[in-house]
């Protein structure tokens, strides 16, 4: 590693699935990564690694962009991804604020930050803001779901925004062994499967999506204002993916069968109150509610040769991971090592 200092990244939604991935590899290339968080204590716990410090935020209530600002000028920030969403209220958070006004208030600040800096001679003067969206957005009928909708609001307002760097990615289901919302190598091993819809998704491994993202700070000038579909490289029904990653687990036995949407909703209500031990053991990682189970029903697909053109990556395929997770740790490790390694498609 050289001896240079190491550039100063805001990742905002530090913890939860995607945030620990996407701080682990900016790390891992070279990076010092500010990690905005809601509650400090959690997210000492689940990130513990060098170069990194946190910040405590909360985008339910951070509206002000002169917040915003002073944060960027305090830790000198010269790069900003912006990973936070939430696709349902639980408690007293507020899906505008949270996804679409506290964004707002933090791109206004980037912009201020930029040219502030630009009159006064300074660096940073070119922040990149990658913003992580969802496929969800290129829905015909977005609009009919909170969260699809908030998110489409934020990247149209983004795409308006002048002077302002910014790249939007949008992922399609994000999946990883052992981590993620949904367990897919635990839910397998049930000798019967439901499966909700026949549509079809294109789900993309997190360690993709957060490799990819690194890349696209590396060399933001590549894919700046633009809009990239972090799809998988397959598209596949739900019941294609547990049968994927029950042949790379080598287990045969499951039975399938297609759950209504009405009972998919009822089991939903039901889990809410169940305990998250219980759900864990079912490979269940977070809450959901109808909307989000009726999102999942309705798939989505979309062509990933952009992303792939532009981060330079091999895409990883559900079969190839689950089979050298079922081999061991090392040989996973060395699998995600060598997407890491490996550039071009
Ligand atoms: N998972 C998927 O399949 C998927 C698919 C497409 C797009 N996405 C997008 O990818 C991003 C990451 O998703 P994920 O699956 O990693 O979600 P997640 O596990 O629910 O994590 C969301 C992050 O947002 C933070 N957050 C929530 N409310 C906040 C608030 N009021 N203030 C500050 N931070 C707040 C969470 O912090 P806490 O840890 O404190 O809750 C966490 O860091 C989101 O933008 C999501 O919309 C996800």
Same mark, same amino acid.
């Given at each position: 590693?050289?001896?240079?200092?190491?550039?100063?990244?805001?990742?905002?939604?530090?913890?939860?699935?995607? +945030?620990?991935?996407?701080?682990?590899?900016?790390? /891992?290339?070279?990076?010092?990564? @500010?990690?905005?968080?809601?509650?400090?204590?959690?997210?000492?716990?689940?990130?513990?690694?060098?170069?990194?410090?946190?910040?405590?935020?909360?985008?339910?209530?951070?509206?002000?962009?002169?917040?915003?600002?002073? /944060?960027?000028?305090?830790?000198?920030?010269?790069?900003?991804?912006?990973?936070?969403?939430?696709?349902?209220?639980?408690?007293?958070?507020?899906?505008?604020?949270?996804?679409?006004?506290?964004?707002?208030?933090?791109?206004?600040?980037?912009?201020?930050?930029?040219?502030?800096?630009?009159?006064?001679?300074?660096?940073?003067?070119?922040?990149?803001?990658?913003?992580? #969206?969802?496929?969800?957005?290129?829905?015909?009928?977005?609009?009919?779901?909170?969260?699809?909708? #908030?998110?489409?609001?934020?990247?149209?307002?983004?795409?308006?925004?002048?002077?302002?760097?910014?790249?939007?990615?949008?992922?399609?289901?994000?999946?990883?062994?052992?981590?993620?919302?949904?367990?897919?190598?635990?839910?397998?091993?049930?000798?019967?499967?439901?499966?909700?819809?026949?549509?079809?998704?294109?789900?993309?491994?997190?360690?993709?999506?957060? @490799?990819?993202?690194?890349?696209?700070?590396?060399?933001?000038?590549?894919?700046?204002?633009?809009?990239?579909?972090?799809?998988?490289?397959?598209?596949?029904?739900?019941?294609?993916?547990?049968?994927?990653?029950?042949?790379?687990? +080598?287990?045969?036995?499951?039975?399938?069968?297609?759950?209504?949407?009405?009972?998919?909703?009822?089991?939903?209500?039901?889990?809410?109150?169940?305990?998250?031990?219980?759900?864990?053991?079912?490979?269940?990682?977070?809450?959901?509610?109808?909307?989000?189970?009726?999102?999942?029903?309705? +798939?989505?697909?979309?062509?990933?040769?952009?992303?792939?053109?532009?981060?330079?990556?091999?895409?990883?395929?559900?079969?190839?991971?689950?089979?050298?997770?079922?081999?061991?740790?090392?040989?996973?490790?060395?699998?995600?090592?060598?997407?890491?390694?490996?550039?071009?498609?």
């Amino acid at each position: 590693m050289s001896d240079e200092p190491r550039k100063r990244i805001l990742v905002v939604g530090a913890t939860g699935f995607v +945030g620990p991935a996407l701080v682990d590899e900016f790390v /891992r290339a070279g990076y010092h990564v @500010i990690c905005g968080v809601r509650n400090l204590e959690t997210a000492e716990k689940q990130l513990v690694c060098p170069h990194v410090e946190f910040l405590k935020i909360d985008l339910n209530e951070d509206l002000n962009p002169n917040l915003w600002l002073d /944060r960027l000028r305090e830790h000198k920030i010269e790069g900003v991804v912006n990973n936070v969403g939430i696709a349902n209220e639980f408690g007293d958070q507020s899906m505008e604020n949270v996804n679409v006004n506290a964004p707002l208030a933090l791109f206004e600040a980037v912009t201020f930050y930029c040219q502030e800096n630009l009159e006064a001679n300074r660096q940073p003067q070119d922040v990149s803001v990658i913003q992580i #969206s969802t496929t969800g957005v290129d829905w015909p009928d977005c609009d009919a779901y909170r969260y699809p909708k #908030s998110k489409k609001l934020i990247d149209e307002t983004l795409i308006e925004t002048t002077g302002l760097h910014f790249i939007i990615v949008r992922p399609n289901i994000i999946y990883e062994p052992g981590r993620g919302h949904l367990l897919l190598e635990q839910i397998v091993r049930f000798p019967v499967l439901g499966y909700i819809g026949n549509t079809a998704i294109q789900p993309i491994h997190c360690r993709e999506l957060a @490799i990819g993202v690194v890349r696209l700070m590396q060399n933001p000038f590549k894919a700046s204002c633009s809009i990239l579909l972090a799809t998988g490289p397959e598209a596949l029904t739900w019941k294609n993916v547990f049968l994927k990653v029950s042949e790379a687990l +080598g287990i045969k036995h499951s039975i399938f069968f297609r759950v209504p949407l009405i009972i998919g909703q009822f089991f939903t209500n039901l889990i809410q109150y169940m305990p998250q031990r219980l759900l864990s053991r079912l490979g269940i990682l977070s809450k959901l509610d109808n909307d989000t189970i009726e999102m999942m029903t309705k +798939g989505s697909t979309g062509d990933n040769s952009e992303w792939l053109e532009k981060t330079s990556l091999q895409p990883m395929y559900l079969f190839d991971t689950y089979k050298n997770f079922a081999q061991s740790s090392d040989t996973y490790a060395k699998y995600v090592q060598s997407i890491r390694d490996r550039k071009g498609a």
